[in-house]
C-alpha cells in the first residue's frame, strides 16, 4: 500500500506541474549531453607500437602498459591496454635493383625464407621507378624466382619507391599492411618528400622495415618509427646479433603491438613513447590500428 501511496502522490504531483514541452525538450538535451560526455570520457586512441632493444636488436616480446610512458607535449596520455597484434600480413619486400643493389640481394633471398604460413608477399623492384616483379603469393618458390629474375640498372629513388608502394600495392583489407625496404642506401633524389610520404603512411595504416648497408641512416630511422617500424642497419646486425636478416626483422613485425591510450585528441609531432624498463632502447609508431 505504501508503494501505491508513494506513486498517488507522484502522480498527483504531475499532475500540479506538468512538464512544459520547453522543459521536456531541455531534459532531454541535457540527457544526450551527458551520455556525449561520458563518451568523451571514456574516447581512446589506438597507436601501433616496435620496441627493440637498442644493444641486442632484439625485440621487445612482453610489452606492458607500466612499461610505456606516453607525451604529447606538456600532456601525458595515460596507457590503458598493450595487446600484441596478431592475424594475417601482406608484406611487400621492396628490393633495390638499381645499379649498387644487387649486393643485398642475398639478405633479400633470407627475408623470403622467413615467410610463415598465412602470410602473403609481393616483390616490388625499384630504381628510379617502382615495378611491382612478382603479386602477392604464399610460394616462397615463386617469389625467390622472381627475385633471381632482377634486372639492376639505374640510380634509386627510396622515397618515391616506397610512396608508390604505400599508394597502391595493398588491396586485401583484412590483411595487415607491412613494407620491408631492402637497400645498400643510397637516396638519388625522390621528388617525394618525407613529410608526404608519412602522411600516407600513416592514412593508410602501413609500418615501414628498413634494411640498409650504409647511407642515409637518419633517414632510415625517421621513414621506420614514424610509421611504426624499425630500422635495421645489416652492419650493425653482422657485429651484435647471430640472427639472419630475414629472423630479424621478422622477429620485429611479428611482436608489433597495438597500444591503447586514454583521449580521442590525435597526437602532435612533439608526442613521445619512451620505454620506462631500464636499457636503452629504439621505439617506432604511430597512430591507427
Known amino acids: ?145 622472381s627475385l633471381r629474375n632482377l634486372k639492376y640498372g639505374n640510380n634509386p629513388h627510396i622515397l618515391d619507391a616506397v610512396f608508390a608502394v604505400i599508394d597502391g600495392a595493398f588491396t586485401d583489407a583484412g590483411a595487415r599492411p607491412v613494407v620491408i625496404l631492402i637497400t645498400p642506401g643510397l637516396e638519388a633524389g625522390s621528388r617525394v618528400s618525407e613529410s608526404r610520404l608519412y602522411r600516407l603512411a600513416q592514412r593508410n595504416e602501413v609500418s615501414i622495415y628498413p634494411l640498409f648497408v650504409g647511407g642515409y641512416k637518419g633517414m632510415f630511422q625517421d621513414l621506420a618509427e614514424r610509421t611504426g617500424g624499425i630500422a635495421l642497419s645489416l652492419q650493425d646486425m653482422a657485429r651484435k646479433t647471430k640472427l639472419s636478416p630475414g629472423e630479424a626483422v621478422f622477429g620485429l613485425i611479428r611482436n608489433q603491438y597495438v597500444v591503447t591510450i586514454s583521449g580521442d585528441l590525435p597526437l602532435g609531432d612533439k608526442a613521445k613513447v619512451e620505454m620506462q624498463r631500464s636499457g636503452k632502447y629504439r621505439i617506432g609508431f604511430r597512430e591507427g590500428n
Open 1 to 145: 500500500m505504501r508503494g501505491a501511496d508513494t506513486l498517488d502522490k507522484l502522480g498527483r504531483v504531475k499532475r500540479c506541474f506538468p512538464l512544459s514541452t520547453s522543459l521536456r525538450r531541455q531534459t532531454l538535451a541535457l540527457t544526450v549531453l551527458c551520455a556525449l560526455l561520458g563518451l568523451a570520457a571514456n574516447a581512446s586512441t589506438r597507436l601501433l607500437v616496435t620496441v627493440v632493444d637498442r644493444d641486442t636488436m632484439a625485440p621487445v616480446t612482453d610489452l606492458k602498459a607500466a612499461d610505456l610512458r606516453i607525451t604529447d607535449g606538456n600532456r601525458e596520455r595515460s596507457v590503458e591496454t598493450v595487446e600484441k597484434v596478431s592475424g594475417p600480413m601482406d608484406v611487400a619486400l621492396l628490393v633495390d635493383s638499381s645499379s649498387i643493389g644487387e649486393i643485398v640481394q642475398p639478405a633479400a633471398a633470407n627475408i623470403i625464407e622467413q615467410l610463415a604460413q598465412g602470410d602473403q608477399m609481393s616483390i616490388v623492384a625499384f630504381d628510379s621507378a617502382a615495378t611491382v616483379v612478382q603479386d602477392f603469393t604464399s610460394s616462397k618458390e615463386a617469389l625467390a624466382q
